[in-house]
């Protein structure tokens, strides 16, 4: 079993939508949640960052960590076709230390 | 400010030939690290280095190496190349203020 599980997708939604995107973890030591967005080729470039549980928002983006159930959520409100990339979600158990990732989910906005 | 450099940004070799992949991290930031993302996955975890000295290694064979430089930049070294080499190798930076790695572009090895 994988320590990050990641819907892979792909998901297409209209613009304007509201996007929510999911994973979960078996390793209780995670204690700071990351989520990327890579697009085509590029690098992954940093999109939240949440240290244990709670939400944060940042612009039409809110980062949720349920440390309880081993779940964090990406919602992207009034999505744009920019938004179009995938989405990496990542967590590591001390602050600076190595990263694990999920698989990625490809998100597709069309016009 | 530059963010993390990496070099080269492409790179076809072939199978059994060694590679040497460059970054330069994030000015001030001391920590690097490296990861392997296979086509459609995640990124994988290969080595972290912080003030020269080695931090963690991930699951991968000793054929993969790295060292940090006193400038902080870093290289990562790939013996005896196999097909399954062939992915986009990232590095990251840290920094002691921050808790999150920021990345490079990447170098995209394709081995023939």
């Known amino acids: 079993q994988k320590e990050v599980e990641q819907d892979p997708g792909p998901l297409s939604v209209p613009e304007g939508a509201i996007v929510s995107l999911n994973c979960t973890y078996s390793?209780?030591?995670?204690?700071?949640f990351m989520w990327y967005r890579q697009y085509s080729r590029k690098g992954p470039e940093l999109l939240m960052y949440t240290y244990s549980s709670g939400n944060k928002e940042d612009g039409r983006f809110t980062a949720q960590v349920d440390k309880s159930s081993k779940y964090i959520s990406l919602f992207i409100r009034d999505s744009q076709p920019s938004d179009s990339a995938t989405y990496l979600c990542a967590m590591s158990e001390a602050s600076g230390s190595r990263l694990t990732f999920g698989e990625g989910t490809q998100l597709t906005v069309n016009p | 400010d530059a963010g993390v450099t990496q070099s080269p940004t492409h790179l076809i070799k072939t199978r059994g030939q060694h590679v040497t992949l460059r970054c330069s991290p994030i000015s001030g930031h001391k920590s690097v690290s490296w990861y392997q993302q296979v086509l459609g996955q995640g990124p994988q975890f290969i080595f972290q280095y912080y003030e020269k000295e080695e931090r963690g290694r991930g699951n991968f064979p000793d054929r993969f190496s790295a060292r940090q430089f006193p400038n902080y930049s870093s290289e990562l070294n790939v013996n005896a190349l196999l097909l399954g080499d062939s992915a986009l190798y990232l590095c990251?930076?840290?920094?002691?203020?921050?808790?999150?790695?920021?990345f490079g572009q990447g170098t995209r090895l394709t081995v023939v």
């Open positions: 990251a930076s840290s920094g002691r203020a921050t808790t999150s790695a920021f």
């Open positions: 390793n209780s030591a995670f204690q700071y």
